[in-house]
């Protein structure tokens, strides 16, 4: 028997347990108790707080985020909120999030930063939006931006294991789901109520402003408002531009133009290679600009919210002999509705969710537009939520997505639809100390492309989850998913150079479902004191899909070939925070740690390309009721377990460092933020990142972050 057949085996007989099991001892709570929420993911707004929750756990918030305590969660969500958030403000949200464990950036330039999950990016990490997609175009290549504005979220969950399959039959990447307040959720607890940010960066300088405005219109009826404005300049960096490797190559290349007679050519190579200090082409500017209403009783809520999103940014260039500039002028308009009925039976709750966004962006070289991508998208999803009867509860639902996407200009990708439609299933039990969850999901794809073949796949995931809690602060956890994902239109149908990404392309439409099976083990553990968490995770693929370098040039620019093969990833990610000395006003010194490596080969071929390396962390915190400050050091290893045809990236140490200032105190309606970051100018390069040869990481920079509620 296969090893997938075995974990939907699993992960099935799990749900059948969930669901027969609660029925025998089903208790008369049911009827009128509000359903216990799995997690904040499903239902955007419901914000954790850090209180208690209806069975009496208390999480554990280590400098504004969650790391520990959830026990409740099989696989508990990494969160991150509060002074956090503002602290580690970007314009994408793949550099705001990049410091957690286990997440890394795609960094291929400052306006266009995907997350990197456990080595994984692209179509394999959902990236959503109080769960629906962000319908956009961010997954067809990595020069596109995530269509997201991420200066004005509440909080950000990133999900592993079974309740992945909520969003996608593909669990193995992980998803990355940030909670907004577009659509109100519940009245305000006053009239008007407003939140404002404001930060500037030296290193680019950069300004980020955002605003929220919430309105209680009449007693059952909300609005909200919100904007934020972005602009950086051309990011200040702490050494060469180009890389050693690359910049041998170029330096040959351009001392036999001189010996061929073209001294000219030679120059401007020359010229870009020796460039220092300043990444010419890395500007980023961006606005969103969005309204909510809703209407809110006791029995549910309908509400609607519309934003218009633009950015634009530059796009480093590898060197050459004829530089132009490329830079990305992205637009989105998007509409959310968000219904709930309060059932009050078996299903307490039933939950629609719909958007509409249309998306488009142009990559503009020498000042001239030379394509324009677009993606008309819906999504819903339909979910009831059921009632807990005895310590069981659950959703199910279904969902629905559809995906217009064309291109004007050099034909890379031709013009597709994409349908999806999926039924999915959670449901969790606890019996005491023990936890069981099982996750189950159905999605169908249609691939319909202009001019070539189309393609049609069914697939099957599912999920099983089981906890032990010997103790209130501990957990023990193991989970195991299988996972299944289409091939998407880029990695069938993609041939042909890429301007913005400079590089040519080509996939296989020939290409079969990938499949994934992964196993992941879990320890959590707090006290008064101390609060940590490890996981250790193994994914083997199936037909797992990669573009890599071929070595070769093609019309100037390296080539990239999609492939196909088996895969193995390994990884482990681990934090702590040890509260070292305690006063008696309440104020903390507190140690913390972290740890995450991925270790990923293609068999047969070799490393998979763009993985993290090994990557440390340690550092002080010192909490009190106004003030806050934190130092810490972050080694990044030496990553030379590299694809064929990519360079080793060397190890580099970043120091950062930040003080909070809150006057009024933990509920202070005001907080400062003074933070920097690389606080040593390193010169470090991101494995992860397709330009890495000549896009390093920022400079020094020190952050000044003003946060204000009224």
Do not use: C
Not at 46 to 74: C, F, K, W
Not at 126 to 146: F, K, N, P, R, Y
Not at 216 to 237: K, M, Q, W
Not at 277 to 306: K, P
């Amino acid at each position: 028997m296969s090893m997938s057949k075995i974990l939907a085996g699993t992960a099935f007989g799990a749900l059948a347990l969930a669901s027969i099991t609660p029925a025998m001892a089903a208790t008369d709570d049911s009827a009128g108790g509000a359903p216990q929420q799995a997690s904040t993911h499903e239902h955007g707004g419901e914000v954790n707080t850090g209180q208690p929750d209806d069975a009496g756990h208390t999480p554990i918030v280590v400098t504004g985020r969650l790391i520990s305590g959830d026990r409740d969660s099989i696989v508990a969500p990494v969160v991150i909120n509060g002074d956090e958030l503002a602290r580690h403000a970007a314009a994408q949200i793949g550099t705001l999030l990049a410091h957690l464990p286990g997440v890394s950036t795609t960094g291929f330039a400052p306006g266009a930063s995907r997350p990197v999950l456990r080595g994984f990016d692209g179509p394999r990490v959902q990236i959503l939006t109080d769960g629906i997609g962000s319908l956009d175009a961010s997954s067809v290549s990595v020069d596109h931006g995530v269509a997201i504005d991420s200066l004005n979220v509440e909080q950000i969950d990133v999900l592993h294991g079974p309740a992945v399959l909520l969003y996608a039959a593909d669990p193995a990447g992980g998803a990355v789901n940030a909670l907004e307040r577009r659509i109100p959720r519940r009245m305000p607890d006053k009239p008007i109520s407003a939140e404002a940010v404001a930060g500037y960066g030296s290193a680019a300088d950069s300004v980020n402003l955002a605003g929220t405005v919430d309105v209680a219109l009449a007693p059952r009826l909300a609005a909200h408002f919100d904007a934020s404005y972005n602009r950086a300049s051309d990011v200040r960096i702490g050494g060469n531009v180009v890389s050693d490797a690359l910049r041998t190559r170029s330096l040959a290349e351009a001392a036999d133009l001189a010996a061929g007679g073209d001294q000219d050519a030679a120059d401007i190579l020359t010229s870009q290679v020796n460039a220092r200090g300043r990444l010419a082409n890395s500007w980023a500017r961006g606005t969103t600009v969005s309204g909510g209403l809703a209407f809110i009783d006791s029995d549910g809520s309908l509400g609607i919210a519309v934003q218009r999103l633009t950015s634009d940014y530059g796009i480093p260039l590898r060197p050459s002999t004829d530089p132009e500039a490329v830079s990305i002028a992205l637009r989105q308009t998007r509409v959310d509705l968000h219904g709930s009925v309060n059932l009050g039976g078996f299903f307490d709750r039933l939950d629609f969710r719909g958007s509409f966004g249309d998306y488009t962006h142009a990559e503009i070289v020498g000042g001239e537009a030379e394509a324009r991508f677009y993606n008309k998208g819906i999504e819903s999803r339909l979910t009831l939520t059921q009632a807990k009867r005895g310590g069981w509860r659950g959703e199910s639902g279904i969902q629905f997505g559809t995906r217009n996407f064309r291109i004007d200009g050099e034909p890379l990708v031709p013009n597709s639809v994409t349908e999806r439609f999926a039924v999915f299933t959670r449901q969790q039990l606890s019996l005491g100390t023990f936890d069981l969850e099982g996750s189950g999901r159905f999605e169908h794809v249609s691939i319909v492309p202009k001019e070539a073949q189309s393609r049609s796949f069914n697939l099957f995931a599912a999920g099983a989850g089981f906890a032990w809690h010997p103790v209130e602060s501990l957990t023990v956890s193991l989970s195991a998913t299988h996972g299944e994902r289409a091939p998407s239109p880029e990695e069938l149908y993609i041939n042909g150079v890429h301007e913005a990404t400079q590089s040519y392309e080509q996939g296989n439409p020939a290409f079969r479902i990938e499949r994934s099976n992964t196993l992941e083990i879990g320890l959590r553990y707090h006290s008064d004191r101390f609060a940590g968490a490890v996981t250790a995770y193994a994914t083997n693929f199936d037909n797992f899909i990669a573009p890599v370098p071929t070595g070769t040039r093609i019309e100037d620019v390296p080539a990239f070939q999609f492939i196909q093969g088996d895969a193995r990833f390994r990884g482990i990610e681990a934090e702590g925070a040890w509260k070292a000395i305690r006063w008696a006003d309440g104020s903390a010194l507190s140690v913390e740690g972290a740890v995450d490596y991925v270790h990923a080969k293609i068999i047969d071929v070799g490393p998979a390309p763009r993985i993290p390396p090994l990557r440390l962390r340690g550092g002080l915190s010192y909490e009190a009721e106004r003030f806050g400050a934190n130092v810490e050091a972050v080694y990044n290893a030496r990553q030379d377990r590299v694809a064929s045809n990519e360079n080793p990236v060397g190890a580099f140490t970043l120091l950062n460092a930040s003080v909070t200032w809150r006057p009024g105190g933990k509920n202070s309606p005001a907080s400062f933020i003074l933070s920097g970051d690389n606080l040593l100018d390193v010169n470090g390069r991101l494995a992860t990142s397709e330009t890495r040869d000549f896009v390093p990481i920022a400079g020094r920079n020190v952050r000044i972050t003003l946060s204000l509620k009224i």
